[in-house]
């Protein structure tokens, strides 16, 4: 299973992009709204308009706010308050009445209510943008009120238990339709609902959470997404806020792995996220929405093979090789968006390796090359291009992954790293797994095995000693956590201990259980395949009084737990028992 992408489980907030002051953008339901005029602190003044002239003054001078120009584009729309005559007695209605708003109970009786008015708001904009389509100025009145209706639904998050209802009654449909409206803003608005009523925070069961989904996506909402990123204009920063909450609803569809592989279906979508992580932009800078692209391609492929291989079709393994390769030499900056960028584009490649189509498509690429020069040259991509390796030639399909790796030079590389004192137990296990798919894949008497095992025999079996000595500091560390366990064991009752085996099998594998197991399989195959390997681990193991007796224990272990009703599962277990009859002492 692949690790989870750098932000899962860490709902990205938006930082502020709007300005307050853009047309339609200000229309709020409480006293707060940018329509109502406030004094700042410390002034003196009295709010309102300038009094009329004193008996002192000129009862000619022009007094109060200027009038508009003849020319005003909306007719004197945003005159005064920022507001016509009757909509300021709409909101004064509204603001006189907002503690009973906020007492209201909300149950399916108000959401009624609330729908109907929804509705209506639309079906008036929409008649409103037909009748005066030349003249703006007389449905902008329609779509400030469509705007605030809009914003209002966002209560319905506190109310999960109410989404069903509001999926049944065709609201979704609407509220989605409203993605495809000609005022961009109005998209956004309800871009930005969809964004929090879907949102993981929300306390929605799971039947409740479905119903809103289900009817989202049979809305076609996801076509609708894309069509929205593909107009909006991330020069502009409510088109770039825009652009990340509709980025926000994917990542939050994706939270189920049905749901997630339904996304995937939508190609165009999968195709604008791959042309988003590849826009240009200044070096050394990475934007908020480029890294959250690379970051929902990485969280679709992770727990979904069907959405490994999607992705792996459309030659994404070619466009993020590309894109992190200038990361051979220099580190993306500490802290930043470029460096989780780079780091969720070799999170995608490392889950798509997995599958075999994966692998072909890495080969294809070249991009064994490329990670073999980063092991060399490499920084912070040194540690995440040897994972991605470990990925690419594991599992019964790896076995050309292994072949590439030999033919181009690689086994110097990958010995020289794991030769080195200053290699880490997260790198050395990773190099392991490397060796024992190599052990287990490359074909018996190649030249690519032949000198994989040569490795291990020259200068006086070194490599081979290394193995035994991280096998020593595996096994204590192992050691001392069974030991517990096992205090633990003796004080409860067989059905405590049933309760606990999952809890102990994680301390187990946090320990180094997963290491020591891929130790074992690496020197059992070298005691099967050279008689000097043999002699050499043997005369080691017993200088801290072992024998290859403790090396079979742990590979009948894992024949344990092996899953023997699929194929790989079967096909493992027969060459780890194989490999038990060779660890016989003699």
Same mark, same amino acid.
């Given at each position: 299973? !692949?690790?989870?992408?750098?932000?899962?489980?860490?709902?990205?907030?938006?930082?502020?992009?709007?300005?307050?002051?853009?047309?339609?953008?200000?229309?709020?339901?409480?006293?707060?709204?940018?329509?109502?005029? #406030?004094?700042?602190?410390?002034?003196?003044?009295?709010?309102?308009?300038?009094?009329p002239p004193g008996d002192?003054?000129?009862?000619?001078?022009?007094?109060?706010?200027?009038?508009?120009?003849?020319?005003?584009?909306?007719?004197?729309?945003?005159?005064?308050?920022?507001?016509?005559?009757?909509?300021?007695?709409?909101?004064?209605?509204?603001?006189?009445?907002?503690?009973?708003?906020?007492?209201?109970?909300?149950?399916?009786?108000?959401? #009624?209510?609330?729908?109907?008015?929804?509705?209506?708001?639309?079906?008036?904009?929409?008649?409103?943008?037909?009748?005066?389509?030349?003249?703006?100025?007389?449905?902008?009145?329609?779509?400030?009120?469509?705007?605030? =209706?809009?914003?209002?639904?966002?209560?319905?998050?506190?109310?999960?238990?109410?989404?069903?209802?509001?999926?049944?009654?065709?609201?979704?449909?609407?509220?989605?339709?409203?993605?495809?409206?000609?005022n961009t803003d109005i998209?956004?608005?309800?871009?930005?609902?969809?964004?929090?009523?879907?949102?993981?925070?929300?306390?929605?069961?799971?039947?409740?959470?479905?119903?809103?989904?289900?009817?989202?996506?049979?809305?076609?909402?996801?076509?609708?997404?894309?069509?929205?990123?593909?107009?909006?204009?991330?020069?502009?920063?409510?088109?770039?806020?825009?652009?990340?909450?509709?980025?926000?609803?994917?990542?939050?569809?994706?939270?189920?792995?049905?749901?997630?592989? #339904?996304?995937?279906?939508?190609?165009?979508?999968?195709?604008?996220?791959?042309?988003?992580?590849?826009?240009? =932009?200044?070096?050394?800078?990475?934007?908020?929405?480029?890294?959250?692209?690379?970051?929902?391609?990485?969280?679709?492929?992770?727990?979904?093979?069907?959405?490994?291989?999607?992705?792996?079709?459309?030659?994404?393994?070619?466009?993020?090789?590309?894109?992190?390769?200038?990361?051979?030499?220099?580190?993306?900056?500490?802290?930043?968006?470029?460096?989780?960028?780079?780091?969720?584009?070799?999170?995608?490649?490392? !889950?798509?390796?997995?599958?075999?189509?994966?692998?072909?498509?890495?080969?294809?690429?070249?991009?064994?090359?490329? !990670?073999?020069?980063?092991?060399?040259?490499?920084?912070?991509?040194?540690?995440?291009?040897?994972?991605?390796?470990?990925?690419?030639?594991?599992?019964?399909?790896?076995?050309?992954? !292994?072949?590439?790796?030999? =033919?181009?030079?690689?086994?110097?590389?990958?010995?020289?790293?794991?030769?080195?004192?200053?290699?880490?137990?997260?790198?050395?296990?990773?190099?392991?797994?490397?060796?024992?798919?190599?052990?287990?894949?490359?074909?018996?008497?190649?030249?690519?095995?032949?000198?994989?095992?040569?490795?291990?025999?020259?200068?006086?079996?070194?490599?081979?000693?290394?193995?035994?000595?991280?096998?020593?500091?595996?096994?204590?560390?192992?050691?001392?956590?069974?030991?517990?366990?096992?205090?633990?064991?003796?004080?409860?009752?067989?059905?405590?201990?049933?309760?606990?085996?999952?809890?102990?099998?994680?301390?187990?594998?946090?320990?180094?259980?997963?290491?020591?197991?891929?130790?074992?399989?690496?020197?059992?195959?070298?005691?099967?395949?050279?008689?000097?390997?043999?002699?050499?681990?043997?005369?080691?193991?017993?200088?801290?009084?072992?024998?290859?007796?403790?090396?079979?224990?742990?590979?009948?272990?894992?024949?344990?737990?092996?899953?023997?009703?699929?194929?790989?599962?079967?096909?493992?277990?027969?060459?780890?028992?194989?490999?038990?009859?060779?660890?016989?002492e003699g």
């Amino acid at each position: 299973m !692949c690790k989870q992408a750098s932000g899962v489980g860490n709902k990205r907030k938006l930082e502020p992009l709007r300005d307050p002051n853009e047309v339609y953008k200000s229309a709020r339901l409480n006293g707060n709204s940018g329509r109502h005029a #406030r004094v700042e602190d410390g002034d003196n003044v009295e709010a309102g308009p300038t009094p009329p002239p004193g008996d002192d003054d000129d009862a000619d001078s022009n007094y109060g706010p200027v009038m508009p120009p003849d020319d005003d584009e909306e007719g004197g729309r945003f005159f005064g308050g920022g507001v016509t005559a009757q909509e300021a007695q709409v909101l004064d209605y509204l603001d006189g009445t907002e503690p009973e708003l906020a007492a209201e109970k909300m149950d399916v009786a108000w959401l #009624r209510r609330t729908a109907l008015g929804f509705e209506k708001k639309i079906s008036r904009n929409a008649e409103q943008r037909a009748k005066f389509e030349d003249d703006p100025a007389k449905f902008i009145a329609s779509e400030v009120e469509l705007d605030a =209706e809009i914003k209002a639904l966002s209560i319905l998050s506190e109310h999960p238990e109410l989404y069903p209802e509001f999926a049944r009654m065709g609201c979704v449909g609407s509220l989605v339709g409203l993605l495809a409206h000609e005022n961009t803003d109005i998209a956004i608005d309800a871009v930005e609902i969809i964004d929090e009523l879907t949102d993981e925070d929300v306390a929605a069961e799971e039947a409740q959470y479905e119903a809103l989904v289900d009817a989202l996506l049979e809305a076609d909402l996801l076509s609708l997404l894309v069509s929205n990123l593909e107009r909006l204009d991330e020069t502009q920063e409510t088109d770039r806020g825009g652009a990340y909450r509709a980025l926000g609803i994917v990542e939050n569809l994706c939270g189920r792995t049905v749901t997630a592989e #339904r996304v995937a279906e939508a190609e165009a979508l999968l195709k604008w996220l791959l042309r988003r992580i590849q826009m240009k =932009e200044e070096v050394g800078h990475v934007s908020q929405n480029k890294q959250y692209a690379a970051e929902i391609l990485a969280i679709l492929v992770q727990n979904s093979a069907k959405n490994r291989r999607k992705l792996a079709s459309l030659d994404s393994a070619d466009i993020m090789l590309q894109l992190v390769a200038p990361y051979r030499k220099r580190d993306p900056e500490k802290g930043g968006e470029e460096e989780e960028y780079v780091e969720n584009l070799f999170e995608a490649l490392t !889950c798509m390796v997995d599958e075999p189509e994966g692998k072909a498509k890495f080969i294809e690429a070249e991009g064994v090359e490329l !990670c073999l020069i980063m092991l060399k040259e490499g920084k912070l991509s040194k540690n995440a291009s040897l994972r991605l390796l470990d990925h690419a030639a594991g599992g019964a399909s790896g076995v050309g992954v !292994c072949q590439k790796i030999v =033919e181009a030079g690689g086994l110097k590389n990958v010995f020289t790293l794991f030769m080195k004192k200053s290699t880490d137990h997260r790198a050395a296990e990773h190099l392991i797994g490397m060796f024992a798919s190599m052990l287990r894949l490359l074909p018996a008497d190649s030249a690519e095995r032949i000198r994989l095992l040569a490795k291990f025999v020259e200068k006086d079996y070194e490599k081979t000693a290394k193995l035994v000595k991280l096998r020593w500091e595996c096994a204590a560390r192992m050691g001392a956590v069974d030991q517990a366990i096992r205090t633990e064991q003796a004080q409860m009752s067989t059905e405590e201990r049933q309760d606990m085996a999952d809890e102990w099998f994680s301390r187990r594998l946090d320990a180094g259980l997963f290491s020591l197991q891929t130790l074992d399989v690496v020197l059992a195959w070298l005691v099967a395949e050279d008689s000097g390997a043999k002699y050499a681990i043997q005369k080691l193991l017993a200088d801290r009084d072992e024998s290859l007796g403790a090396v079979r224990a742990t590979i009948q272990e894992q024949i344990k737990g092996i899953d023997a009703d699929s194929t790989d599962g079967k096909d493992t277990r027969e060459m780890l028992s194989t490999l038990v009859k060779f660890l016989q002492e003699g």
